[in-house]
């Protein structure tokens, strides 16, 4: 489809939206960063746009204005984001892992002992939730509701506003108790912040940024294991030990962004962009995906992207996602730990047997169904994992390593062979 638009109309092209809403789709790398950097061009601001939905619209949910950072421009939104920003600059990222180790630890323990699992519905999709849930200060206990809560809002379901009023009440109960009792957490900070953020402020953003972290992380974490787990790129380049866990991170904010679309850009004038003349007031929808498989940045796209950061996954300009250290903390750490745990797990049947489910702002894996031989609750995956607490990290002095026993590494030809994750783990550090 992108190489169709492309060559029809060049690097921004005409398209309908649900019910025939007219919209510009941005298909050009260097066009998406200058609409992303510009926004006194292109703003934020839904009320500007020049036709107005049906109340039935299923755009209404990502493009109806709300008092967000995710909406505002110039001063009111430097205000939202710098409390934002700061109180997310707060977080350790030492700390980040400790919990992401902590509660995949708690998932893998409860399907290791079966040898099998669906790695979306069993781990994709509950670790964010409990890890986001537990930096924003939601109580553990809800972790894993708010989680299902707000995918079922994100699949646009016929629960969806169920379950956004269970979120919302949820939020706005942790608001209440952290104004009377503030800890070490997200929410806390947001209402300390200097900005002077109203509770029903803090609630709203809270809402927001657990959903783009929730459901953007869980995206992450899928597509990475799948292309572990099935990119013959990564097999061949992990035998000769030169990929690493981060650079197919990398890989995947290339090839398979989380967000895909974001649909919130108006323009404010009559202005040119690429061959197409966009008039004040046009929807203009950002493709993060078709400007990161831009044949100008990307000629070959078999061709890795080891190191190269200038995709277009997080956005940039003033719109830039702060969120995106917690996101790689969760996904590295969450995926090294697993695969450290559980090193002979295989897909089960044939990559063209996983669904996805798209939408106009994301593609999302639905399963990814993997075996592997069963473990007893806190064994290790191998000797070396048992020996270090974690793959590749030494456990610290005085420390006990993981109890339990572990199968012998492979051996070819009277040589331990280490298992093909173990090389891709090798350059993390």
Same mark, same amino acid.
């Given at each position: 489809?992108?190489?169709?638009?492309?060559?029809?109309?060049?690097?921004?092209?005409?398209?309908?939206?649900?019910?025939?809403?007219?919209?510009?789709?941005?298909?050009?790398?260097?066009?998406?960063?200058?609409?992303?950097?510009?926004?006194?061009?292109?703003?934020?601001? /839904?009320?500007?746009?020049?036709?107005?939905?049906?109340?039935?619209?299923?755009?209404?949910?990502?493009?109806?204005?709300?008092?967000?950072?995710?909406?505002?421009?110039? /001063?009111?939104?430097?205000?939202?984001?710098?409390?934002?920003?700061?109180?997310?600059?707060?977080?350790?990222?030492?700390?980040?892992?400790?919990?992401?180790?902590?509660?995949?630890?708690?998932?893998?323990?409860?399907?290791?002992?079966?040898?099998?699992?669906?790695?979306?519905?069993?781990?994709?999709?509950?670790?964010?939730?409990?890890?986001?849930?537990?930096?924003?200060?939601?109580?553990?206990?809800?972790?894993?509701?708010?989680?299902?809560?707000?995918?079922?809002?994100?699949?646009?379901?016929?629960?969806?506003?169920?379950?956004?009023?269970?979120?919302?009440?949820?939020?706005?109960?942790?608001?209440?108790?952290?104004?009377?009792?503030?800890?070490?957490?997200?929410?806390?900070?947001?209402? /300390?912040?200097?900005?002077?953020?109203?509770?029903?402020?803090?609630?709203?953003?809270?809402?927001?940024?657990?959903?783009?972290?929730?459901?953007?992380?869980?995206?992450?974490?899928?597509?990475?294991?799948?292309?572990?787990?099935?990119?013959?790129?990564?097999?061949?380049?992990?035998?000769?030990?030169?990929?690493?866990?981060?650079?197919?991170?990398?890989?995947?904010?290339?090839?398979?962004?989380?967000?895909?679309?974001?649909?919130?850009?108006?323009?404010?004038?009559?202005?040119?962009?690429?061959?197409?003349?966009?008039?004040?007031?046009?929807?203009?929808?950002?493709?993060?995906?078709?400007?990161?498989?831009?044949?100008?940045?990307?000629?070959?796209?078999?061709?890795?992207?080891?190191?190269?950061?200038?995709?277009?996954?997080?956005?940039?300009?003033?719109?830039?996602?702060?969120?995106?250290?917690?996101?790689?903390?969760?996904?590295?750490?969450?995926?090294?730990?697993?695969?450290?745990?559980?090193?002979?797990?295989?897909?089960?049947?044939?990559?063209?047997?996983?669904?996805?489910?798209?939408?106009?702002?994301?593609?999302?894996?639905?399963?990814?169904?993997?075996?592997?031989?069963?473990?007893?609750?806190?064994?290790?995956?191998?000797?070396?994992?048992?020996?270090?607490?974690?793959?590749?990290?030494?456990?610290?002095?005085?420390?006990?390593?993981?109890?339990?026993?572990?199968?012998?590494?492979?051996?070819?030809?009277?040589?331990?062979?280490?298992?093909?994750?173990?090389?891709?783990?090798?350059?993390?550090?």
């Amino acid at each position: 489809m992108y190489r169709d638009l492309r060559q029809k109309h060049g690097p921004v092209a005409p398209v309908l939206l649900q019910s025939d809403v007219p919209a510009w789709l941005v298909l050009g790398h260097r066009e998406n960063l200058e609409v992303m950097r510009n926004s006194k061009l292109f703003s934020n601001d /839904s009320r500007i746009w020049n036709i107005t939905l049906d109340p039935s619209s299923p755009l209404l949910p990502v493009t109806a204005w709300q008092p967000l950072l995710v909406f505002a421009d110039g /001063s009111e939104h430097a205000r939202l984001r710098a409390a934002i920003t700061d109180s997310l600059g707060r977080f350790r990222r030492r700390g980040i892992r400790g919990y992401v180790v902590r509660y995949t630890e708690q998932l893998i323990g409860e399907f290791a002992g079966s040898g099998k699992a669906d790695l979306v519905a069993d781990f994709s999709e509950k670790l964010p939730a409990l890890v986001v849930a537990r930096l924003y200060g939601v109580p553990e206990v809800n972790a894993l509701a708010v989680g299902a809560a707000v995918r079922d809002m994100v699949k646009g379901t016929a629960t969806a506003l169920e379950s956004n009023t269970f979120v919302v009440g949820i939020l706005t109960e942790l608001v209440k108790q952290k104004k009377d009792s503030p800890g070490e957490d997200f929410a806390s900070w947001l209402l /300390s912040h200097e900005s002077g953020l109203s509770d029903d402020e803090v609630m709203e953003h809270l809402r927001h940024a657990l959903v783009a972290a929730i459901e953007n992380t869980s995206n992450l974490v899928a597509n990475t294991l799948k292309m572990v787990l099935t990119d013959h790129r990564f097999r061949a380049s992990l035998s000769g030990g030169s990929m690493t866990l981060p650079d197919a991170l990398d890989q995947v904010f290339w090839d398979a962004p989380p967000l895909a679309r974001v649909p919130t850009r108006w323009a404010t004038a009559d202005t040119q962009l690429g061959s197409q003349q966009i008039r004040a007031g046009d929807l203009v929808i950002l493709d993060l995906a078709a400007g990161n498989v831009d044949p100008e940045i990307r000629p070959d796209l078999a061709t890795p992207v080891h190191g190269n950061r200038s995709h277009l996954a997080f956005s940039s300009g003033p719109h830039e996602c702060p969120g995106e250290d917690i996101g790689r903390a969760i996904a590295d750490t969450g995926i090294d730990t697993l695969l450290a745990r559980l090193p002979d797990i295989q897909l089960v049947g044939h990559e063209d047997e996983l669904r996805v489910t798209t939408s106009l702002i994301s593609s999302r894996l639905d399963n990814l169904p993997v075996a592997f031989a069963p473990r007893r609750a806190g064994s290790s995956g191998d000797a070396e994992a048992a020996a270090t607490g974690k793959a590749g990290r030494a456990a610290p002095a005085g420390q006990p390593s993981p109890a339990g026993p572990v199968p012998p590494a492979a051996v070819v030809n009277g040589t331990a062979r280490r298992p093909w994750w173990r090389r891709l783990l090798s350059g993390r550090r």
